[in-house]
């Protein structure tokens, strides 16, 4: 039986998912534990400010974080072996997302920043690290995200091959991966905004780190034209393959929004609203598959199954069967895996394939000019 851990810090900042995981293969899968560690407020609120706005002290700054990831994932591991009695011995790898800071896959010069030193990590547990996984993928022309649809594909798909799936995950920044039911071609990519910029929001207006439920933001209403408004942004419109991340999502980016609109609009109604752009965003990149125009090929989908912090939203998830009529909308848990553990066990999978010389990415979801073997490896 091999073991690996998987570390996922996303864009939402809401803690760092740790995950051990039993792969024997791509398709041999089990979750043995899982747990979420908090990140301190105050490299929380750091890491927040460097990810969307310049530094004076930038450089310095982004070394000091890559250290302190570094130390707190490995501490996260060093807990879930304490918690499950194993020894570093039993686990055959850590697989380590990083902590996201920049993500520029369209610039001249493509580039994506993840931190968290693995050095740190493989030093401190005495268990070989894989990180670096983006990079590999940009190399090769993609867009180095998303990563995680190779393993909704090997996890997620009907095996009786019936249900065309849409597996989407909600965090800071929200992704579909399409699972066609005839074994065809896996997409996947980027919509908008996921819980990213309504937590923002409440940060700066509610004095709270995130709307619990989506409680404050049904006592608002929808700013119809302050919507429309948003969703003009050409990112929506772009094709994909296509990634986004805070760093252009940004509360910059609602400042802006939010200038240029000419009406006033209330602290809850903006909360409303920006609740229906993650919904609207999302579901019009599904509905454009089932309808699709200029003769693309349509993919009736049957079922969407959501991960990730937003499936904690009630209001959130049921705007979206509002939205999504004809298909049912359910968490991932159906399907076996809690929503709350999909994309740190992704990364234990995707360590195990770079341990095994296999290859983790899609180039029918990145773009990239063909599948490679992804992240580096730092021995214990």
């Known amino acids: 039986m091999a073991y690996f851990i998987g570390l996922m810090s996303g864009t939402s900042l809401d803690g760092v998912d740790t995950a051990i995981c039993s792969i024997d293969s791509p398709c041999e899968f089990s979750l043995i534990d899982a747990h979420t560690y908090p990140i301190p407020e105050t490299l929380k609120q750091t890491l927040l400010t ?15 974080l890559d250290v302190q990831m570094g130390h707190l994932f490995a501490d996260c591991c060093v807990q879930i072996l304490q918690k499950n009695q194993l020894n570093p011995v039993q686990i055959s790898a850590i697989g380590s997302h990083g902590q996201t800071l920049r993500h520029f896959p369209d610039s001249q010069f493509p580039t994506t920043l993840q931190i968290g030193d693995a050095n740190i990590i493989a030093h401190e547990t005495s268990i070989t690290t894989i990180a670096d996984f983006r990079r590999r993928d940009m190399a090769a022309g993609g867009q180095g995200a998303p990563l995680v649809p190779p393993f909704h594909q090997a996890l997620f798909s009907d095996p009786q ?47 709270c780190d995130y709307d619990a439920s989506g409680k404050l933001a049904a006592q608002g209403k929808v700013d119809k034209d302050f919507l429309d408004l948003m969703l003009g942004d050409t990112f929506f419109s772009q094709k994909s393959p296509k990634s986004t991340g805070r760093e252009y999502f940004s509360y910059a980016w609602l400042e802006q929004q939010l200038a240029t609109y000419t009406n006033e609009v209330s602290a809850i109604d903006v909360l409303s609203t920006l609740l229906e752009l993650t919904c609207q965003s999302i579901c019009n990149e599904i509905l454009a598959l089932a309808n699709p125009v200029n003769g693309q090929i349509k993919t009736d989908i049957d079922e969407v199954f959501v991960c990730g912090g937003g499936v904690r939203n009630t209001l959130l998830m049921q705007r979206l069967q509002d939205l999504l009529p004809d298909m049912t909308v359910e968490s991932t848990e159906k399907l076996g895996l809690h929503p709350d553990w999909v994309e740190a066990s992704a990364f234990a999978w995707l360590a195990h394939q770079t341990m095994n010389s296999l290859t983790g990415n899609l180039p029918s979801v990145t773009g990239a000019s063909k599948s490679v073997i992804l992240g580096a490896i730092w021995q214990a």
């Open 50 to 64: 460097l990810s969307q706005e310049s530094h004076a002290d930038e450089l310095l700054l982004y070394a000091e």
């Open 161 to 207: 091959k019936q249900m065309n799936r849409v597996v989407l995950n909600i965090g800071g920044i929200a992704n579909i991966t399409i699972l066609p039911a005839d074994s065809g071609t896996v997409l996947g990519y980027d919509t908008g905004p996921g819980n990213g910029l309504m937590d923002d929001w409440c940060c700066k207006h509610f004095d």
